[in-house]
């Protein structure tokens, strides 16, 4: 029986990396295709990530509302995967920018739901399963889309080289139809725990999930900055080979894996979200040393923090926020997810409008500031924890000494 659960996780876990790999292959190459591939100014690259995000947070966050009430989370992952691949196949046969935005914003969009929804089908079966770990489960998900990513980027570079995009985007396209056929295949169906009442919708938000929320949102944010900017940076304004940005992508997602899956075994032991701010720390000292790197060599030690970072960040990151919200795990999902696809657009408009008037280099800087305010919100998270909690006590000792003097 124990043998047939591994099975049925892999199953979760392939699905996971799949989905993982059709961005790795897309995302690293958004800002080169925009500016190189399609002759546009970097301000352009701004312009697409707000639009395609803004609609993706749209159609994502509806979908993590319909799987809390039983919707078929793997029927809405199929709807979303199929929506990127026809936007892929646009993306790869346009030279028109305003072409690709408008399949980005109709079409690409669905695809922001694919990740979160694999989230939620994995969560589902998860929680179904006396002998899973969830939170070490969410890390191994997270993971399995970092191992997308060691080979993703490296090999979407070599395909795109001499601006050859549409071979990056056809093997991307490819990988969107795979991702379907499998889900369709193998991936069963998973009861929703949403109940017939609306049990799901009664539990309240409090105002520390937002913060929490806020803290994923600059956490992404810095990341995606120095990510969009790495490209251009490294090629343009220090001369490094057109395959270097992808090894160093393929770099620190080899290392984080391994980070991720620590994450999920400790994080048993020691407070999540101690551990988060930790990483933040690691990501301060990254970006500092980032601006001051002028060698290849530079950019590959580096990475080693980034992975420290990067790879608590991510590995519990989703499980904090469903802790916070248990009923409402489509919901948690969608707004990891969302939150993440927010620091995205945050992020990249940011470099494009940074590069626009200063440089690739100073996006470095941005991504200090970005996830110091993110460091900010997490401390305001805690306190508002703690304060929670003793509110919550002396409610409860109020209780008691009232019982006691009635008594």
């Not at 124990?2 to 961005?23: N, V």
């Not at 001499?162 to 396209?173: I, K, T, W």
């Not at 940011?350 to 991504?367: K, N, W």
């Amino acid at each position: 029986m124990l043998s047939g659960l591994k099975q049925q996780g892999l199953l979760f876990l392939t699905l996971s990396m799949l989905t993982g790999l059709i961005g790795s292959f897309v995302h690293p190459l958004m800002s080169l295709f925009i500016v190189e591939g399609l002759n546009s100014p970097p301000a352009y690259i701004g312009i697409y990530t707000v639009s395609v995000t803004l609609a993706g947070l749209v159609f994502s966050q509806w979908l993590g509302a319909l799987a809390d009430k039983g919707v078929s989370a793997r029927k809405m992952f199929m709807i979303a995967i199929t929506g990127m691949g026809v936007a892929l196949l646009i993306f790869a046969n346009s030279t028109s920018f305003w072409t690709v935005l408008i399949a980005g914003v109709l079409l690409f969009s669905m695809g922001n739901a694919a990740i979160p929804q694999v989230l939620t089908l994995g969560r589902q079966w998860a929680g179904r399963q006396p002998n899973i770990n969830v939170t070490q489960f969410n890390s191994g998900l997270r993971a399995a889309i970092s191992f997308a990513w060691i080979g993703g980027p490296p090999l979407g570079y070599a395909l795109a080289s001499g601006a050859e995009f549409s071979r990056s985007l056809y093997v991307a396209a490819f990988c969107a139809l795979v991702a379907l056929l499998f889900a369709f295949r193998f991936i069963p169906e998973v009861p929703s725990h949403a109940q017939k009442t609306t049990e799901h919708s009664k539990q309240a938000i409090p105002f520390s999930f937002w913060i929490l929320g806020a803290a994923v949102m600059l956490g992404s944010a810095a990341n995606i900055m120095y990510f969009s900017a790495l490209p251009l940076y490294t090629i343009k304004e220090l001369g490094f080979a057109k395959h270097m940005p992808g090894i160093f992508m393929g770099l620190v997602a080899c290392l984080e894996i391994p980070i991720m899956l620590l994450a999920g075994k400790l994080a048993q032991k020691h407070n999540k979200i101690n551990m988060i701010i930790f990483s933040f720390f690691c990501a301060m000292l990254f970006y500092t040393g980032i601006y001051f790197a002028e060698q290849v060599w530079h950019f590959i030690a580096l990475q080693f923090i980034n992975a420290l970072f990067y790879g608590v960040f991510a590995g519990i990151g989703l499980t904090i926020l469903q802790e916070e919200l248990p009923l409402k795990i489509g919901f948690t999902s969608a707004f990891y997810s969302n939150a993440v696809k927010i620091g995205m657009m945050l992020g990249t408009s940011s470099t494009g409008l940074i590069a626009q008037f200063y440089s690739f280099r100073v996006a470095s800087i941005g991504s200090f500031c970005a996830v110091a305010l993110a460091l900010t919100c997490l401390l305001l998270f805690s306190y508002l924890k703690r304060k929670a909690v003793e509110s919550t006590e002396c409610e409860q000792s109020f209780t008691i000494t009232e019982s006691k003097a009635s008594a």
